[in-house]
């Protein structure tokens, strides 16, 4: 069975431009995460959805950052007028359920780095 | 803030010794531990979990031990291999969330 996939998998773009980033969960995963880990740090939580929902957005840094998900499947998360500090690998991860502690299935990542 | 600490960037064992990677945490909300892996250009995958109600679980070369009192958890690889050097994070859960340790790197030499 297919894993969570995320594209792209590298994304250079210039500062002040916007990025999107796509995840597909495992299907019927109906919790899906994002996360950020900058070099050398740990992962930083951005969001969670509970199906399409997102009941803990604690995690964006800025109002730059916003996030959706469709269909109980894609989620995209979209950072506008990037910065420099937004470089980071960005992680997608699914699991069966958000309240019974099941492990993440994380993806590979996307690399954003903006020049 | 730092909810979950993992004190030690890296830890070097050799092959066929116990390697033991250490986590504390603050929060005692958390209900849930797990340990990942990670390895160079991919995401991490899930190793073994642990509920706040044990102390101990085995899976195979690894153990993870839980200390409530002290807010405390380690993972035991024994023998560890080669194959084991990877980045290994902890994680702690409360309600679904799970937040993560800086990662310790594991390297198992020949």
């Known amino acids: 069975g297919a894993g969570v996939s995320q594209s792209p998998s590298n994304k250079v773009t210039e500062k002040g431009k916007d990025v999107e980033l796509r995840c597909d969960p495992i299907s019927g995963h109906t919790a899906l995460y994002w996360y950020r880990q900058r070099l050398g740090q740990g992962l930083e939580f951005l969001i969670y959805?509970?199906?399409?929902?997102?009941?803990?957005k604690s995690g964006l840094p800025s109002d730059r950052f916003s996030a959706e998900r469709t269909g109980e499947s894609v989620s995209t998360l979209t950072i506008q007028r990037t910065q420099q500090e937004d470089s980071a690998v960005y992680l997608c991860?699914?699991?069966?359920?958000?309240?019974?502690?099941?492990?993440?299935?994380f993806g590979n990542g996307t690399r954003l780095t903006v020049t | 803030d730092q909810q979950v600490k993992q004190n030690s960037p890296s830890l070097s064992v050799q092959e066929g010794r116990i390697s033991i990677l250490n986590c504390d945490y603050t929060?005692?909300?958390?209900?849930?531990f797990l340990w990942y892996k990670k390895y160079p250009a991919e995401g991490p995958t899930f190793l073994i979990s642990i509920s706040s109600i044990k102390d101990k679980n085995e899976d195979g070369r690894f153990t993870v031990f839980l200390n409530k009192s002290a807010k405390h958890l380690s993972l035991h690889i024994v023998p560890s291999q080669p194959g084991d050097s990877a980045v290994y994070f902890c994680?702690?859960?409360?309600?679904?969330?799970?937040?993560f340790g800086d990662g310790t790197t594991l390297t198992v030499k020949p």
């Open positions: 929060n005692s909300m958390f209900d849930y």
């Open positions: 994680a702690s859960t409360n309600a679904g969330k799970s937040t």
């Open positions: 959805f509970q199906g399409n929902s997102a009941p803990d």
């Open positions: 991860a699914s699991s069966l359920a958000s309240l019974y502690n099941s492990p993440l299935h």
